[in-house]
């Protein structure tokens, strides 16, 4: 009977779980939150499914996938980094310039989804890591 419970619980929570990562991600520049607590909450929401009774090899096998993951996040952050090196100024400095509303700060939103890709998947492979571990799968 709990098992019904826990999958349907984690089943109804997880995409809300998701969205609102999402948006802590998006909009941790101009609201509190941003880039690492979002990161963990979408992981969070996808290692629930590690919680439900049954094959579990099908998360741990995104282990490498996740992996290329957080090279694709920590890649794109250190891309957006060189960008302001190769237009001859610092490290980091925004040359997306002052936009609008959703961008209105330049270059902070594209890194905070690169570091919350980074976030994502390094807690995931993580945790995943450690269950393998624990479990022997």
Do not use: C
């Not at 700060?105 to 890194?111: E, K, Q, R, S, T």
């Not at 890709?117 to 624990?134: C, D, G, M, R, T």
């Amino acid at each position: 009977m709990s098992d019904i419970v826990l999958q349907t619980v984690i089943r109804f929570l997880a995409p809300f779980m998701q969205v609102y990562g999402l948006y802590l991600i998006l909009w941790g520049h101009n609201s509190p939150g941003g880039a690492f607590a979002g990161g963990a909450i979408i992981a969070v929401s996808f290692l629930f499914g590690l919680l439900i009774p049954g094959p579990q090899s099908r998360f741990l096998a995104w282990r490498q996938t996740v992996q290329w993951l957080a090279a694709l996040g920590g890649m794109a952050f250190l891309t957006l980094g060189m960008a302001g090196i190769l237009q001859g100024t610092a490290f980091l400095t925004n040359f997306l310039g002052q936009g609008q509303r959703l961008f209105s700060a330049g270059l902070i939103p594209l890194l905070a989804a690169s570091m919350g890709l980074l976030v994502f998947a390094a807690v995931f492979s993580l945790v995943a890591q450690l269950l393998k571990e624990y479990k022997n799968v």
